[in-house]
Nanobody, 121 residues
Framework: QVQLVESGGGLVQAGGSLRLSCAASGLIVSVNTMGWYRQAPGKQRELVALIFQDGSTNYADSVKGRFTISRDNAKNTVNVQMNSLKPEDTAVYYC???????????????WGQGTQVTVSS
């Protein structure tokens, strides 16, 4: 019914950059908050960045000044530009969106399948 498809992960050296993209598709009436989370091996999933409907943003302290989240409301996409990457940024990155889906009269939470980001030292 609804899919979040991520792209853009990969292997990069420390100090390098990557851009992750996520597209939401399906019977979507409206999109509320979109964001990115990550999960490193042996750790809990953590927030990376959020972007709200009005364009305001929220970042984890560990990525402030290095990552920039953006969205295209017309295309239901969310991106994160990741600069100055560090080995500790290595994780599986998950796209998240809060959606109003046709015939479901409430906001529902949706996740992408995850994309691996590996930063070598």
């Amino acid at each position: 019914q609804v899919q979040l498809v991520e792209s853009g992960g990969g292997l990069v050296q420390a100090g390098g950059s990557l851009r992750l993209s996520c597209a939401a598709s399906g019977l979507i009436v409206s999109v509320n908050t979109m964001g990115w989370y990550r999960q490193a091996p042996g750790k809990q999933r953590e927030l990376v960045a959020l972007i709200f409907q009005d364009g305001s943003t929220n970042y984890a302290d560990s990525v402030k000044g290095r990552f920039t989240i953006s969205r295209d409301n017309a295309k239901n996409t969310v991106n994160v530009q990741m600069n100055s990457l560090k080995p500790e940024d290595t994780a599986v990155y998950y796209c998240h969106a809060s959606l109003w889906v046709l015939q479901t009269p409430r906001w529902t939470e949706h996740w992408g399948q995850g994309t691996q980001v590996t930063v070598s030292s």
